[in-house]
């Protein structure tokens, strides 16, 4: 997989909610936020399911390896 961000990161966050820690397995989720708009996936599109892990945001995996890569929340933002 690869992608492109052409602009820049709104901010950094860190999520300690029981989704982030079950997707990721971890105690916490780092992320950093883009307009979707700047964010392309360059290559391995194909390879990206995407599923509704809550009523407000889309996660999207590594189809190979479950790798998590990326989610978009419901105000239009990429992390």
Known sequence: MRYEIKGTLQDFTYCHCSIC???????????ARVVAETFTWVAGEEF????????????????????????????????
């Open 21 to 31: 820690q079950r997707t990721l397995g971890a105690t916490f989720g780092t992320y």
């Open 48 to 79: 990206i399911p995407a599923h509704e892990s809550s009523p407000t945001v889309f996660r999207c995996a590594c189809g190979g390896c479950s790798s998590p890569l990326a989610a978009r929340t419901e105000d239009g933002s990429l992390s």
